[in-house]
């Protein structure tokens, strides 16, 4: 592994989940800085072969695929460069603020539902939010989420990076995987305390959110509510600031205030997904 490409079975392994974690950190390391055996990988996952009749889905397949005929097939091979085409031009259209985050928000693009219920800075697609669970996170990250995450990590690493900006892409890459815990922690240190910069405040608003979500915290719906507030200090009218201190106000039952902090949030955004769910929520009360 450490002197070449893994082997078709241990690819195949990979993408069956039959590996131990260490044996998949060991093949996503690799994944972070090899482009052919991603899009082998993607290939598999994600386009039909109809020498087995297995559908998409990162985790469909059943039993253990044959990597090297998936190679060999000239369809399959066209697939994937459809797929991987597809994420490269939601990237060269990019259109938010927060270059660094653009592989994975073209990543997120496609995943049907968005990784945590509060919105996240940088230009995200609408989709709708998780579904409620307590506990450790049980979501199947996408293979292409994982991969952005890593390739934000390890920038940051082998830049020996240390400035918000950095930290507040690695909080976001974090959460977006799953790593609650570790994303307060960087969006905490990029956030830098009251005078943070507004966007990451409002990711750190994010962050405290999906930890309440999971463990009924109230502390840490306060600590959500108190970090957007500082983001709209900076900014007024950041949409995602907007959107996660209404939701902070709903966990914290604050109903009137929660009701208020919709209809200012709808005033700047009437037409978007992010604003049907936010008049779902105000109707909800």
Known sequence: MT?????????????DRTLSDAERT??????VVCETCRTVLITAAAVELPSTGATGGFWGFGRVLSFPRIAATAATIAAAAVLVLAVWTVGRNFRGD??????????????????VEGRLTGGFHYAPPPEVTR????????????????????????????????????????LMTGDVDGAIAALERAAGGETGTAAYQSDLAASYLARARRSGSQADFEL???A??????????????????????????????????????????????WAEEARARRAKG
């Open 135 to 174: 506990g450790a996170n049980d979501r199947e990250v996408a293979l292409d989420v994982r991969i952005a995450a890593a390739n934000i990590e390890k920038q940051a690493q082998d830049n020996a990076e240390d400035a918000p900006a950095s930290q507040a892409a690695i909080g976001v890459a974090r």
């Open 3 to 15: 002197t070449g490409h893994p082997d078709a079975e241990r690819l195949a392994e990979y993408l």
């Open 98 to 115: 927060r270059p660094e985050l653009r592989e994975l928000v073209a990543a997120a693009a496609k995943d049907a539902r968005r990784p």
């Open 228 to 273: 957007a507030d500082r983001a709209l200090g900076a900014h007024p009218q950041l949409l995602e600031a907007r959107f996660n201190r209404a939701l902070a106000l709903d966990g914290l039952r604050r109903a009137d205030e929660a009701a208020a902090a919709w209809q200012e949030y709808l005033k700047l955004d009437a037409g978007s997904g």
């Open 26 to 31: 060991d093949v996503e390391s690799h994944l």
């Open 224 to 226: 959500a509510l108190k």
